[in-house]
């Protein structure tokens, strides 16, 4: 469920239409819908309540300060993967007792600022970082909270980019060497080893990976507890699947009767790294027509989003749905089947502005003659949209946007020129 809809053929996210939203904003543009942020958190706490679980909203997936706040004012807490999206998440206005760290490549500085703030768990994904912490944790007199990060090593499930469970990838220990590593430091004054985590990969748009992954997880607790490690936390990652090409996303109730068993079975707090289910579907990306063309034999949209904006069709082959903000009478309001046959439609090629071929944000689309100045939505843009951005052909970032029922405000101004240059200026010579 989300909160933009066609009203007249026009959209709307909830009760302010797109197009006020490009006029006072400007394109591209991206659009956040807050009851469907909230919508989106509230089903994943409403299906896993009775575990009572620890919800640590993924940073990466969209790190916008007004996002992360919101999401700690409605009780999450925060996965982040890198020093910056501590300080991110902190800033929000989150402590680090809600906050776990993953991330095959912390340093010692990023460790040292995760103690500091006595984040909740690290997620630790190799021996060597494992005794990396636990040197870095007694130079500050402390135990580092560990959660050791297992390659459940299960059959792919999702894009190869994005599969972080099968063998091979760089993710967490391999399922067979968990157990020795853990001996190896059974006692260890600065480390304290007390939950398992996985994370899948992502979208996923099956429970099954999880049944699977939970099945490991239960013989790996057993076994780490004989060893003498008090596991106290499972944390079985994000990685929940959302509508990109049509309504095929399971609902949270889903992933959750595959994982509550396993919680009860090993009496572990479960652990949630949600990112994508949550804000992937809350956000629209908005763009504005500048010129269409037709060319060897194709007819292309060129509009003012591009892939450092939006870099995910040309990275992951990914689909979004794309559609006139204001849809006329000669095509539907809104398509059931974006991949099917549309009457008053025609195959085109959206594309950007940037110089390469791989900047497009759909290929081969079902789309009505668009013209000079029309809007464009490309849905399903929240997650791992602005938070991929670049600067690229020097292009400045997209403005971000949040709707509240019929009111709107700016949550990232659009980068400026001068912003293009700040880094650099002061370093002519
Ligand atoms: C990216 C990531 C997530 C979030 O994944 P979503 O698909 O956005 O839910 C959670 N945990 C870890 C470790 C990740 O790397």
């Known amino acids: 469920m989300d909160h933009f809809a066609y009203r007249n053929r026009e959209l709307f996210c909830e009760d302010v239409p797109v197009q006020e939203l490009a006029e006072t904003y400007g394109t591209p543009l991206y659009v956040y819908s807050e009851a469907t942020l909230v919508h989106h958190l509230t089903q994943i706490q409403n299906a896993f309540a ?3 679980p620890i919800i640590c909203y993924s940073v990466k997936t969209n790190g916008n300060l007004s996002i992360c706040s919101l999401m700690a004012k409605h009780g999450s807490g925060f996965d982040v993967t890198s020093g910056g999206e ?15 760290f993953a991330g095959v490549g912390k340093t010692d500085a990023e460790m040292k600022y995760a103690l500091e703030n006595d984040v909740f768990l690290f997620n630790v994904e190799s021996e060597a970082e494992l005794h990396a912490l636990g040197a870095v944790a007694k130079s500050l007199g402390k135990v580092a909270p560990v959660a050791l990060r297992v390659n459940p090593d299960l059959p792919p499930k999702t894009h190869a980019k994005t599969d972080t469970s099968v063998k091979g990838v760089k993710f967490g220990l391999d399922i067979d060497t968990v157990l020795e590593v853990a001996e190896r430091v059974v006692g260890h004054p600065n480390i304290g080893i007390v939950g398992l985590h996985m994370h899948l990969g992502s979208p996923i748009l099956s429970a099954e990976p999880y049944r699977k992954g939970g099945e490991k997880a239960i013989q790996l607790i057993n076994a780490l507890r004989k060893q003498g490690h008090a596991i106290k936390y499972l944390n079985m990652g994000g990685g929940f699947g959302i509508h990109y090409r049509k309504l095929e996303a399971l609902p949270a109730t889903a992933f959750a009767e595959a994982i509550l068993p396993v919680v009860e079975e090993t009496g572990c707090r479960l652990v949630l790294e949600p990112g994508r289910f949550i804000v992937g579907n809350a956000g629209l990306l908005v763009s504005r027509v500048i ?7 194709k007819h292309y949209v060129i509009q003012d989003a591009a892939m450092n904006d939006l ?3 040309t990275l992951y082959d990914s689909f979004h749905r794309i559609w006139p903000v204001h849809p006329d009478a000669t095509v539907p309001e809104r398509p059931e089947d974006f991949e099917a046959e549309i009457a008053g439609t025609r195959m085109q090629d959206v594309v950007g502005p940037v110089c390469e071929s791989g900047d497009y944000l759909a290929k081969g689309r079902n789309l009505p003659e668009m013209k000079r100045g029309d809007l464009l939505a490309v849905f399903s843009a929240g997650a791992y949209g602005m938070s991929m951005s670049s600067n690229y052909n020097a292009r400045v970032r997209a ?7 019929r009111t709107h405000r700016l949550i990232r101004r659009r980068e400026t020129f001068r912003d293009l240059v700040a880094c650099e200026e002061d370093c002519l010579t």
């Open 399 to 405: 403005a971000e946007v949040l709707v509240t029922g």
């Open 50 to 52: 009775s575990a009572n």
């Open 291 to 297: 010129f269409t063309k037709e060319t060897g034999g």
């Open 311 to 313: 870099i995910r069709p």
């Open 86 to 100: 501590l300080y991110k998440a902190l800033h929000a206005g989150s402590t680090g007792s809600k906050i776990v």
